[in-house]
Structure formats: structure tokens, C-alpha cells
């Protein structure tokens, strides 16, 4: 997050989210202890450290600017917006009306040991499923966090279509979901059966069937709601890692996150996180190990074979270097002279400047030693008024 964003967001939390200001505490500081707790997941005793603040301090502010950025969600959320009839996008241009993608990931939780068998999953690891509806630029649309691991994707999106502020579907538009929904009204669910997912159609193999043609368009479109997952666990290491709040702050940790990812892709020209994408360079294979051993023998046999023939001229080089290194010297050491002349010089001149007051000739005099074109038509002035006029307008 850059400066900017970071503004806005305090802005935001200040007009939006009711944060205020404390004796202690300013709402600049308190975002940033909010911020570092979920890019880092530190724990209270390293932030007691690096804020040298009190850990009950730590604790109250950061419980404070979660309720203010989750008061934010009507307005970081994303609007849905379908795919118009005339799209030219190669993802998108086959899915008229479509408003978004659908999926669940599974984040894993601390949670009591009477708890643990709801929340393990079919991996064995205890986590909440949560649901997640991006658009076609990765923005979050809903989100619904606080199901136990053990829970199926489609019960989960059945108590997002039941809830009073549940997921929305409009007469009309859909959404693109896997092979684990139903495809049904407002849901548009791959053929089962067939290829589907993206690493079966990367090695060149092209699809044979409209069935399989279809899936291949599909799976295109709907990898953006992985996208979004995939650089959501990337930007906050607290959902990364189990952390120790309480089940229900962690749910609510998990909107924040979803919601703050919004916010920055909505004000950064460039999402740092999609930079971060592997990109091969070291990888080598048997064979190209040995040709880059042998290149590097080949190179140093010819570097034995040229130091013979390179002794004689570099003992010739050594003594032009010896000859020119003294008359640069001797040119620098005139340089040198000639600066400090010129500077006391223009520190005279500024003295004589009534007008001015200390900071001004300061500022003046930085000005003028940086450019010395400015320097020298400065010294050539003679009226002491015709010097004034300039210094202020350069100062202006």
C-alpha cells in the first residue's frame, strides 16, 4: 500500500468508520499498527516493541480500526457489473451477463478442542470455509466467512442466498461456479465429465467436443475468483497462518483483509502483489548445466592464455595511467579552489541583501551553487537592486 492509498483509507476510516483521535494516539498511527498486524501477523509483545506502545494499547486500537474498515463494506465492495453485449475481452466475451465468479477456500483457524471436530476439514486441518464472489477485475462483490471447515461449498451458498443481507441474484444475470455447485438459476456450473480445469488444456491439447470447448472458456473466465484467493493469502500473512483471536475475530479479520484488498486495487495504478509471479529464471536442466560449465571453461583458458601478452601493456597502461592521474589531480585541486573562491564570494554578496532574511539566503544559496550558469550571470549583475529583483524572483 502506498502513500496515497494509505490517505485515503485513513480519510475514509475518519469520515466513514468513526475513527477518531486520541491524546496518545493519532488515527495514522492507529491504521498503521492495524496494518502491520495483519501484513506481518506480529504478535503483541514484538508490537509492544516497534510502536513502544503498551500491549493493552496494541490490543484496544486494533480491535477499534477492525470495526471501523468492516463499517466500511458498503462502500469497498464492489458493485456487480455484467458483461456487455458487446465485450471484446477474451475471457469474458463468451459470458453475456455474467456478474462475477463464485467460489469457496478453506483458511485455517485456532479453535478450541471441543470445536475441532466441526471445524476440521476433509484434509484433516481445522479451518472456516469461506465463501467468495469476485468481478471481472478481482474485487471482491460478498463475501461470507465464519463456516466450519466441515461444511460442503454448496450449504455454505445456500446460507448466502437465505440470509436478509445475503448474495444478491437478479433476474437475468449469473454467476460462473465449478463442478462443486449446481447450476441452476443465477449459477453457471462447467459440463461434468469432461476436461475442466486449466492445466489439462497447457499442453497444447485442444478441445474436441463443444462440451470440452466449452469447459476450456469456462475455466478461463472463472480462475479469477482463484486469482483473487491466491493474492489475498499472499498480501496478509495473519490469514496465512492460525492466529490465537478469539473464532469470531478471526472471521471478521478474514472480511477486513477482503474488504482492504479492494480498497488498495481500487487506488493503486499497480497491484504490488501481481509482481510477485514466478518467473523461471534459475531453473536449469542436466544438460543445461553442463553446457554452462563448459562455456565457463572455455572462458577461462582464454583468460590464462591473454595474461601473458596482457602483462607488457598493462605495465605501458600504468604509466600513461600515472600521467594523466597527476594533472587530473592537478585540475581538481584547481576546481576545488575555484568553488570555494566563488562561494565565499557569493556569501558576500548575500550579506549585502538586506531584504532577505537568513533562511532565504540560505535557500538562495543552494540554488545558485547547484546551477552555475544562475552563479555566474548572478556575480555579472553590478546594481545592487538588479540583484534583489533576481534573487526574489528565483526564490518566488
Known amino acids: 500500500m502506498d502513500r496515497y492509498t494509505f490517505r485515503r483509507l485513513v480519510n475514509m476510516l475518519q469520515t466513514i468508520g468513526r475513527l477518531r483521535a486520541t491524546r496518545n494516539l493519532t488515527v495514522d498511527e492507529q491504521v498503521a499498527i492495524f496494518l502491520y498486524i495483519l501484513a506481518h501477523h506480529q504478535k503483541n509483545r514484538t508490537m ?13 486500537y486494533f480491535n477499534k480500526v477492525l470495526s471501523s474498515v468492516l463499517r466500511l463494506q458498503g462502500h469497498l465492495l464492489k458493485v456487480p457489473s455484467p458483461v456487455a453485449e458487446d465485450s471484446s475481452d477474451v475471457k469474458w466475451k463468451w459470458f453475456k451477463n455474467c456478474i462475477g465468479t463464485l467460489d469457496g477456500t ?20 481445522t479451518s472456516t470455509n469461506v465463501l467468495g464472489v469476485c468481478s471481472q477485475d478481482m474485487q471482491f462483490i460478498y463475501v461470507l466467512a465464519g463456516w466450519e471447515g466441515s461444511a460442503a461449498d454448496g450449504r455454505v451458498l445456500r446460507d448466502a442466498l437465505s440470509r436478509r443481507n445475503g448474495l444478491p441474484i437478479q433476474d437475468g444475470y449469473y454467476y460462473l461456479v ?14 461434468r465429465g469432461q476436461r475442466y480445469h486449466l492445466s489439462e488444456w497447457r499442453t497444447g491439447r485442444q478441445p474436441t467436443t463443444p462440451e470440452e470447448y466449452f469447459n476450456m472458456k469456462h475455466s478461463s473466465a472463472r480462475n479469477v475468483i482463484e486469482r483473487c484467493f491466491g493474492m489475498l493469502k499472499m498480501r496478509w500473512d495473519i490469514i496465512r497462518n492460525p492466529n490465537f483471536y478469539p473464532i469470531k475475530q478471526q472471521d471478521r479479520i478474514i472480511m477486513a483483509c477482503c474488504l482492504l484488498q479492494n480498497h488498495i486495487r481500487d487506488h493503486m495504478p499497480v497491484d504490488p502483489i501481481e509482481t510477485y509471479r514466478a518467473t523461471g529464471l534459475n531453473a536449469e536442466a542436466p544438460k543445461d548445466v553442463i553446457e554452462d560449465l563448459e562455456r565457463d571453461q572455455n572462458v577461462d583458458q582464454a583468460d590464462e592464455e591473454s595474461d601473458d601478452d596482457s602483462v607488457h601493456t598493462l605495465t605501458t597502461n600504468m604509466d600513461k595511467s600515472n600521467d594523466q592521474m597527476g594533472k587530473y589531480m592537478e585540475s581538481i585541486v584547481g576546481v576545488d579552489q575555484e568553488r570555494k573562491d566563488n562561494r565565499r564570494k557569493l556569501n558576500e554578496e548575500l550579506q549585502k541583501i538586506e ?32 540583484k534583489e529583483i533576481f534573487l526574489i524572483e528565483l526564490l518566488g
Open 48 to 60: 509492544k516493541t516497534n510502536f513502544l506502545r503498551l500491549g493493552e494499547t496494541i490490543s484496544r
Open 106 to 125: 478453506h483458511i485455517e483457524v485456532k479453535v478450541s478442542e471441543v470445536d475441532k471436530p466441526r471445524y476440521r476439514n476433509r484434509k484433516g486441518h
Open 178 to 191: 465449478d463442478a462443486g455447485y449446481t447450476n441452476g438459476k443465477g449459477f453457471l456450473a462447467p459440463f
Open 355 to 386: 531584504v532577505l532574511t537568513h533562511s532565504q539566503r540560505q535557500r538562495a544559496a543552494m540554488k545558485l551553487v547547484r546551477d552555475p550558469n544562475l552563479l555566474d550571470y548572478f556575480f555579472t549583475l553590478d546594481d545592487h537592486s538588479q
